[in-house]
């Protein structure tokens, strides 16, 4: 009994950590709207103010108890490790999307970072719930839940033309971020490697079957 309230209580945790980890689907969103150069102004102090937040906690016991007694209940035990001072998940995904912004066209980084979020969201909830068949690093349902909800989440994303083949190769980049997502548990953040896979797939496959085709959006801002 005491396991299985324990399980309830981390599943609750979980539940907190992603309805939180949906607001970074803003991201893509307000990215759709703005000038690459007004979204790399707006994340690099982020980043900067993330993660010197995030290093200093393990350096400065004021900041330490600050920073616990606000975002303590949210982070997983690596993300507390003294020992090897983790960055935690919300300050990857700064990163992440600073990085993303910076190499891929606007359309492929939001495709890619919609995957991520949608993508790990039910990767976590539901593998977490019934996951029970192992599948390389994780479980068989969770990756599954990756693979089907983040599938459901490109139909809707932008296409350049709305060309059939679009939908067609933004699942299989799903595909491999849905794989990518599972190989990378306990040695690299999902929060890269999900957004990064999907994207370079999808640009690459964009080159081979639309290689006269411009990945510039129509009326949307470069």
């Known amino acids: 009994m ?5 399980a309830t209580i981390d599943y609750k945790k979980e539940l907190v950590r992603k309805a939180i980890h949906m607001i970074s689907l803003s991201i893509p969103v307000i990215y759709y709207y703005i000038p690459r150069d007004v979204a790399v102004d707006i994340l690099v102090p982020l980043v900067l103010i993330s993660v010197t937040i995030d290093l200093g906690r393990y350096v400065f016991p004021s900041l330490a108890k600050w920073f616990y007694s606000w975002f303590g209940f949210l982070l997983r035990k690596h993300e ?19 990085i993303c912004i910076l190499i891929f066209p606007k359309i492929i980084f939001v495709t890619a ?14 593998g977490r719930r019934f996951g029970k068949h192992k599948f390389l690093a994780k479980s068989l349902e969770g990756t599954l839940a990756f693979f089907v909800f983040a599938s459901i989440a490109v139909m809707l994303t932008p296409k350049v033309m709305y060309f059939p083949g679009e939908y067609f190769i933004a ?20 929060n890269l490697v999900i957004p990064l896979t999907v994207g370079f797939v999808l640009w690459g496959l964009y080159i081979w079957l639309y290689p006269n085709l411009s990945l510039i959006l129509p009326n949307v801002p470069v």
């Open 80 to 98: 507390v490790d003294k020992k090897k001072k983790n960055l935690n998940g919300a300050s990857y995904v700064l990163i992440s999307a600073l």
């Open 113 to 126: 970072f919609t995957v991520l979020i949608i993508g790990d969201i039910a990767a976590a909830l539901i």
């Open 171 to 190: 699942i299989v980049a799903v595909a491999f971020g849905a794989i990518g997502e599972n190989i990378s548990y306990g040695w690299a953040d999902d």
């Open 2 to 6: 005491e396991n299985n309230g324990s």
